[in-house]
């Protein structure tokens, strides 16, 4: 198991891009969550298979169609902070 933070900056709310995450992490078997941050920002945390947080990094990288994707940061995380499932704050 592995575990990263994801800090997505551009036209990333209200634009589905949580629920698009969601679709995505459950998809590729991830637990964690993405939430909207007050400056504009969305924050994911995947805990998982390496491989499927890459997939899931890579499509952060766009997101959803109405999405505009303009910085993608990753930083380690610990598998403690997800819970089960895979939740939108």
């Not at 909207?36 to 994911?44: C, K, Y």
Request: net charge negative; with cysteine; hydrophobic share 40%.
């Amino acid at each position: 198991m592995s575990a990263a933070r994801f800090y997505i900056s551009g036209k990333v709310q209200g634009v589905w891009f949580r629920a698009g995450t969601r679709e995505q992490a459950v998809a590729l078997g991830l637990r964690g969550y993405a939430n909207n941050l007050r400056d504009g920002r969305v924050e994911v945390l995947a805990v998982g298979d390496d491989a499927a947080i890459e997939r899931l990094e890579r499509w952060l990288g766009h997101g959803t169609p109405n999405a505009r994707v303009d910085r993608l940061e990753r930083e380690p995380a610990g598998e403690a902070e997800a819970g089960d499932g895979f939740v939108c704050g």
